[in-house]
């Protein structure tokens, strides 16, 4: 069965612009979570959804939302982009809540300039 | 260990030896450890789980030990291999108000030379 996977691969915006970044989960995965992968931050929660509702937010400003869609799809938006927003966006999906064996696509690598 | 800033604890090891790569926790709380292997270019790949009732978990070449009292895991590779070469990231999953997260260390890249 089909991964995660994440699109685009690689994106490159410039200072204030805005951008939206999408993951098709595992079939039949109604949890996707996204995370930030810095080298000096690590992997950092963003946030989990589950049936088409946020159940979890991590500590991010409110330039970076997301939503997902019926079949599971989600999306993430990150509106006003600054320098430090460069990192690869990464989106888990899990069967259900609680990210038991949660699986990754290959990420987004973003690049701000 | 962890890492600080932009540089990770790395492990070398020769092709065949065993590797043991350690994480420390912060949270007493959390029932659920996870193992990631992330290669270059790629996203993280889950190897192995263990919940935090269990003291010790096998897999296919790979053992996770929980030590709780020190908030400590470990995860074992048996004859390391050059495709092993990664880097290596515990997570724990915490759980609260209903809802869980995922927080992950700082990574332990493993260098394994033929």
């Known amino acids: 069965k089909a991964g995660v996977t994440q699109t685009p691969r690689y994106l490159i915006k410039t200072r204030g612009q805005q951008v939206t970044l999408s993951c098709s989960p595992i079939?039949?995965?109604?949890?996707v979570s996204w995370y930030q992968q810095t080298p000096g931050q690590g992997l950092q929660f963003l946030f989990e959804y589950f049936s088409e509702t946020q159940r979890n937010k991590g500590n991010f400003p409110g330039r970076f939302s997301g939503r997902q869609f019926s079949n599971s799809r989600s999306e993430m938006n990150v509106s006003t982009l600054e320098l430090g927003d460069s990192a690869l966006y990464l989106c888990?999906?899990?069967?259900?809540?609680?990210?038991?064996?949660?699986?990754f696509g290959q990420g987004t690598r973003l690049t701000v300039v | 260990g962890e890492s600080v800033g932009l540089h990770l604890p790395t492990l070398s090891v020769q092709e065949g030896d065993n590797s043991i790569i350690n994480c420390a926790y912060s949270n007493s709380a959390s029932d659920y450890f996870i193992w990631y292997k992330q290669e270059s270019g790629k996203g993280p790949q889950f190897i192995i789980d263990?919940?935090?009732?269990?003291d010790k978990r096998q897999g296919q070449r790979v053992t996770v030990l929980l030590n709780k009292t020190v908030k400590h895991l470990s995860l074992q590779i048996a004859a390391t291999q050059p495709g092993d070469s990664a880097v290596y990231f515990c997570a724990e999953n915490r759980s609260h108000s209903g809802y869980s997260t995922l927080t992950f260390g700082k990574g332990t890249m493993l260098l394994v030379s033929p």
């Open positions: 888990a999906s899990s069967v259900d809540r609680g990210n038991t064996e949660a699986f």
């Open positions: 263990i919940r935090s009732n269990m």
């Open positions: 079939s039949g995965h109604r949890s």
